[in-house]
């Protein structure tokens, strides 16, 4: 039998993700939720303004590049295309403020233990390594954001779809309120697939399939640790 191709390989590693991540499974709670717009406005900041800017000083290919500086400065500066001309982070403020968070919290709040472990583990992931599983790992996250993977509402909306259907039933948000989410399956899926294409060329051109994957692999693992660490930490506030 051949050998599945990269695709294939990346593909069930994003699948196998949905499938298992804890934070995907459970249902969300308020405070579940206060605690992701708290993290991710922070992770988001953090993986776009220095993160994946490593990935972009690392890579060669200047198309590649160029791509994730835009890709970067439609998260950190402004997105003109799907967000009005603003940052995402200052959209999930937005929504923030809409599930009973103050700004003056969400600019107080610091990292949870587990999102500074996986900034060290990211940095060991995109920093220092090959710029092309530095690309893989600044979009296999989003590559969830896209339809087909997992089971249910995320097999047929993606990531943030889910999320958009559960929020909107939890706290009766309408499809406006939750932008953030919607901006991000039309964003996520555009930036998703730059990446994933770029990945499949170079790979083979490199001889690098193996490395590849098990970069994607890897950074998933660190993806399930921040969104579960998110979960327990949302359930203990709640509890208090
Ligand atoms: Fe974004």
């Known amino acids: 039998m051949a050998r599945k191709s990269v695709l294939a390989r990346l593909d069930a590693a994003v699948d196998d993700f949905c499938r298992r991540t804890r934070y995907f499974r459970e249902d969300i709670t308020r405070g579940r939720a206060r605690m992701f717009a708290l993290q991710h406005r ?3 900041r953090h993986r776009n303004s220095v993160l ?6 690392n890579c060669p290919d200047w198309d590649t590049r160029i791509g994730i500086l835009r890709a970067c400065s439609e998260e950190v500066i402004a997105d003109h295309q799907h967000g009005g001309g603003r940052a995402h982070w200052e959209i999930l403020e937005e929504l923030g403020v809409r ?10 709040a610091q990292p ?20 092309l599983e530095g690309v893989v790992a600044n979009t296999c996250a989003e590559r969830a954001n896209v339809p087909g993977y997992g ?3 995320m097999k047929r909306h993606g990531w943030f779809g889910l999320e958009r259907h559960r929020w909107g039933k939890l706290f009766k948000l309408s499809g406006e309120e939750l932008e953030f989410f919607e901006l991000h399956e039309e964003a996520d899926i555009a930036h998703s697939d730059a990446g994933w294409r ?5 790979a083979k ?5 193996d490395a590849t994957v098990a970069a994607c692999e890897q950074n998933l693992s660190v993806w399930e640790m921040y969104l579960d660490g998110i979960g327990a930490a949302g359930d203990r506030c709640a509890a208090r």
């Not at 770029?198 to 170079?202: K, N």
């Not at 051109?205 to 399939?209: A, G, I, K, S």
């Open 42 to 44: 922070l992770n988001t």
């Open 52 to 57: 994946k800017l490593k990935v972009a000083t």
């Open 99 to 108: 599930i009973g968070l103050s700004r003056a919290e969400m600019r107080a």
């Open 198 to 202: 770029a990945v499949e060329r170079f």
């Open 205 to 209: 051109q490199l001889h690098m399939e």
């Open 112 to 131: 949870i233990r587990t999102t500074r472990i996986a900034w060290a583990a990211w940095e060991g992931l995109m920093a220092s390594r090959h710029w």
């Open 151 to 153: 089971t249910g509402v």
